[in-house]
């Protein structure tokens, strides 16, 4: 796993909890989408903008390990790198952290396909704007 | 893959659509936990009561493959099964399908380990609300 | 106030439900969007067509009083009529009650502008669509 | 209207605008809530240690004056004052400002009520907390 080149913190609102108390499961991938959208921004990529270019990256697979709960009042730091995979596959590789202790909450593994006009592909704004990433991420 | 023993009926609802204008990828886990919980109340076992009574069954691992969107309008079916692994977890493999059409839409491995005051096990009344789906569910 | 035109059926998901153990109060708007794009569906108005006619519906005003909580294992029935105000407003009566015993959970008054490329009119098509309600609903 | 006695900051997360590409109607009562509990919670009260407490802050009344929508990339903040009204109602006066260019978006008058063990009381633990804040608060 090589490092992680993007940080995005959050906290948690009391309404994303259940009736256990702890972060609905299903709230986390709002997490890690927002924190990848962060990402692209950082990378020069306007989620919203792309999507008026009709260029629009969709989650194709997610694997998610729920390692331990997040609670009302719980600060955490969601991790980011990612890799390419074939030629329109974007894996990220994402992870949180609570903020206190740095106890892992959660890994994740998010494949992206990027549509453009409903094809996937990989337009060349992306691999342009992901250069400055390819030393420490792990680009094959 | 056995049998589905059960199914939820759901519709889109304009408030799950996000800018892409199609259902956003959370939100299919808000479907699958409600579809889940379907079952168990099928099955005998009232998620709230359960937890009144510190029995509370967590997502432990998330697996989904999206298949293709669900948009504005569309109506759609969760079915499910499930498979005991090892002494505490149960698979869950939940499949939506789009109603019109039968189009596959997602296929998801939810694995999930039930607490009770805060420890991993399966308590008897899961095995045993579990009983009457032995002959169809895959268990071991 | 007069008769009620339109009605929506929904049960509560476990999901919507908060750590106090009952929906959370941001859910009910949700239930109500909902119920109202039915209402339009039923009128012959797609929310989602509108929009791609860059016809949009926008809440300009809520008015809620919530009497009394909904908790997991609810059912309950959201029913609606309407009335226009002045050229351009809609106003939503719509109140929400407990299927077992008719218990008032919710009343509320949801004040929508439709909104032409922009502008604030009250387009051809809803009128006509909203003809048939007219006898019924308390429109001057 | 007094001046505010606190501010909550945020950003639009994407995944809280819907198919018009705009900040849901519901999602506001969602900011709306984190802010209370953050003001809250700086006045000393935890929501979620109330609750364990019995002591069930909950919303009574909403009235949302939606006067300008929020897009994809906007930062806001949500500023905040309240009365107390008669013996047990709380209402909260919340209004949402754009960052950039300080535009009102939204005002809101939250009347909320303290449950304990499910009656209406103002706890002392309430009043003591607000103390600080009655000579800028508009507390009769």
Chains 1, 2, 3, 4 share one sequence.
Request: aromatic content about 14%; glycine content about 4%.
């Amino acid at each position: 796993m090589p490092d992680y080149i993007h940080e995005t913190e959050f906290e948690v609102r009391d309404y994303e909890c259940d009736i256990q108390g702890i972060v609905n499961n299903a709230v986390y991938q709002q997490y890690l989408e927002h924190a990848r959208h962060k990402f692209l921004l950082a990378a020069g990529l306007n989620f919203y903008e792309l999507h008026e270019q009709n260029i629009d990256p969709v989650v194709y697979r997610a694997e998610i390990d729920y390692k331990y709960p997040l609670k009302s009042g719980d600060s955490f730091v969601c991790k980011l790198n990612y890799k390419q995979k074939g030629h329109v596959r974007i894996i990220f590789y994402q992870d949180i952290y609570r903020k206190t202790d740095g106890k892992l909450i959660l890994k994740a593994e998010i494949t992206a396909v990027v549509l453009k006009n409903g094809k996937p592909v990989l337009p060349v704004i992306f691999t342009d704007a992901f250069k400055k990433y390819e030393k420490t991420a792990d680009i094959k």
